[in-house]
């Protein structure tokens, strides 16, 4: 059974760098369709940054582009999210979604970011939250 954990979550300050992990377990192959997504209080659930099965493309949101990064250790199947120069708007309980039957695997990254309800497996979530 596919089981999905993120962990690294914190408080840090204004400018502060976290690195975000998710633990894919039960999982037959390490290159699914995968994703980060963040809702903060009373606000809607945002794609963050994916990662297609069909050809490796990624997606970042625009409010993370160029200070986030995606990136997975199929060997391990593990997903990081590095987070740099992070800001008090970046504050949100950040979930890990993964694809452990492989049916998203047509779908292009930004696809699996910005239209919801394709990920069925989430993990429970890990609070960022940056305050100075």
């Known amino acids: 059974q596919a089981h999905i954990a993120e962990s690294g979550g914190g408080l840090v300050q204004p400018g502060d760098s976290l690195r975000l992990s998710c633990e894919l377990s039960g999982f037959r192959s390490g290159d699914n369709a995968i994703g980060w997504f963040r809702q903060a209080p009373g606000k809607e659930r945002e794609g963050v940054s994916c990662?297609?099965?069909?050809?490796?493309?990624?997606y970042y949101a625009t409010s993370v582009k160029g200070r986030f990064t995606i990136s997975r250790d199929n060997a391990k199947n593990m997903v990081y999210l590095q987070m740099n120069n992070l800001k008090p708007e970046d504050t949100a309980v950040y979930y890990c979604?993964?694809?452990?039957?492989?049916?998203?695997?047509?779908?292009?990254?930004?696809?699996?970011?910005?239209?919801?309800?394709?990920?069925?497996?989430w993990g429970q979530g890990t609070q960022v939250t940056v305050s100075s």
């Open positions: 979604a993964a694809d452990p039957r492989n049916a998203l695997r047509f779908v292009s990254a930004p696809r699996l970011c910005t239209i919801g309800g394709y990920f069925a497996d």
């Open positions: 990662i297609s099965k069909s050809d490796g493309d990624t």
